[in-house]
């Protein structure tokens, strides 16, 4: 497998040139728009966690406890009232205390469990998800990196699953509890005055206009504020990979004006949101009283009029169950608040999940064996937009061992060929084989063990020098290592760092220079010894002394593999088996380089005005 700047087992980490550009097409994310509380959704997040279900199944058990123990204390407390106390019975009343104490230290430490098997489940569920989500990006091919910008893409990762932690781990188990205190503490209003329990049926119409129309304020204003934060995060990304472009062209200004006005937009959102919550929670909060109120009236009325001390009683113990019934109400309003959040956040992770990729291995497709490195493309075309072709009946073969030279001005198809040499597309038309092999009839993974690819701006993990020359054989040596930079004849620009191959590079290579991260890329496809070598402008970073080292060192890299070569420095490529001019995605010329200067066609005038080096 190839180290090589992008390659590496399934394609981990690409060029992120395409990832990261800088003007790219928004997504259309917000077409589709689901219902504030979608079950499919809630079922399919919830189908996450297959793995944890003996996990969730003893949450449930713990939570279905608590929802019993929280009204039999209010039970307890009002019996201890209207009991013992009521009658004088300082014994029992001592005992009913102590009864109710133990109750309440059993309900506190249910909660502790509770809340501990809780985040653990959160936790796990979330666990699985990022890891879904990361291997789920690894299988799309690069177009899907020229659709969704890497904010976005982070967002999901990051504030949207953390979202759904808090909808999996907190809205479902509460709102149980909650909605089996209400049930409960139902049952035993009903039991203790019917009539009362009608009163309070009869406002419950009252509240669920109240609830209906903040939960449709708030299910749009949610998602208004996730889009929001995804835009911010999207922006602040770009500007700090686009750091250098924005300094070099004095746009700090106005990046800061744009991201000022991105930033303005969220906080208008997180207002809205919570300006809704600051109206609806008091007056929640007012209704619940109200009610309370009511009923005090009503029951008290009722008792005055009955005379009968037993529906004091009662009345007291229906009354200590009125609050433990209007006492969720407010906490469900919350729940519901999160549980919008996190279908909002849900809705998004499982769209991002949902985008199937362009293309995939076949289902029949096989492993390649070691490789010859014979490559042929037969009438192929392509275009990243089906509607726009970029190449146009490419034919050609590339025999084992042999050097392809590709020429043209920028934009004529000379990275897309390579692109879908390394099957980063699939053409449109036209067969490309390797080794007799079509293309389509290969896994992507078997190839790209045996393919090195070494690009004008090449990819460099955090880490030493010495691990992003391994990537491509995790268990190289440090002396084979070395081996791979002596051989290119650049060891000793390598030893030169401050700690030589022991060096930082920094996040993507910011420790060390472009030329000194080509010399490490190329060392990178020495180690990893392909079969299929392409070099994308490689030595464009590399200073014309360093270069001069190189070439002797880039015969021997060279020598034995298929190797396509794309460089604007002609002289360069002067010892290609076959140089290839392209133009509008068309081969107009071919031939070597001595061949194509004689025909004194394109090429030719291509080399006098850009490829002379004074050594034909």
Known sequence: MSGSGAISGKLTVLDTSGLIAYVQREQ???????????????????????????????????????????????????????????????????????????????????????SRLALQFGEAVVHDLRNVIFGHLHAQPMAFFGRFRLGRIISR?????????????DVLFVAVVQIGQM?????????????????????????????RRFHVRMSAATRALQESWSRTTGTLVESINGMRLTQANVRA????EQFAKLVDQHARNNLRIEAANAGYLPFLEFNNQFFLAVILLLGG????????????????????????????????????SGALTAMAGAERIFRLLDTQPEWRDAPGAVALPPLAGRVEFRGIGFGYDPRKPVLHDVTFVAEP??????????????STIINLIAKFYLPTTGELCIDGHEIRAVT??????????????NFLFSGTVMDNIRVGRPGASDDEVRAAARQLDILDLLDALPKGLASEVGENGANVSLGQRQLICFARAMLADPRILILDE?????????????????????????????????????????????????????????ELLAQGGQYAELYREFGRGGDD
């Open 28 to 114: 259309g994310e917000d077409d589709v728009r689901q219902r504030p509380l979608d079950w499919r959704l809630i079922r399919r997040l919830f189908g996450e966690a297959r793995a944890h279900r003996r996990h969730m199944l003893w949450l449930l058990v713990v939570v279905l406890v608590r929802t019993v123990q929280l009204p039999l204390m209010a039970w307890a407390l009002g019996h201890v009232i209207s009991g013992p106390i009521a009658s004088h019975n300082y014994t029992l009343a001592l005992w009913g205390v102590g009864l109710y104490l133990a109750l309440a230290l059993f309900t506190d430490v249910t909660f502790v469990f509770r």
């Open 157 to 169: 990762m990051l504030t949207d699953v953390d979202v759904v932690r808090t909808g999996v781990q």
């Open 183 to 211: 049930a409960i503490t139902a049952a035993l209003m009903l039991y203790y005055d019917w009539m009362l329990f009608l009163v309070v049926l009869g406002l419950v119409p009252v509240l669920w206009m109240v609830n």
């Open 253 to 256: 200004q106005r990046n800061a």
């Open 301 to 336: 009325w009722r008792a005055m009029e009955s005379g009968d001390p037993g529906r004091i009683t009662a009345i007291i113990n229906f009354f200590f169950m009125a609050r433990m019934f209007f006492e969720p109400i407010q906490a469900l309003g919350n729940q519901y």
């Open 401 to 414: 061992g042999q050097t392809v030279a590709l020429v043209g001005h920028t934009g004529c198809g000379k």
């Open 444 to 457: 992507g993974d078997s190839l790209h063990r045996q393919m090195g690819i070494v690009l004008q701006v």
């Open 538 to 594: 490689a030595t464009s970073s590399v200073d014309a002394l360093t270069e001069l080292r190189l070439q002797q060192a880039l015969a021997a890299l060279l020598s034995g593999r298929t190797s396509f070569v794309v460089a604007h420095r002609l002289s360069t490529i002067r010892h290609a088996d076959q140089v290839l001019v392209l133009d509008h995605g068309r081969i107009i010329e071919r031939g070597t380089h001595l």
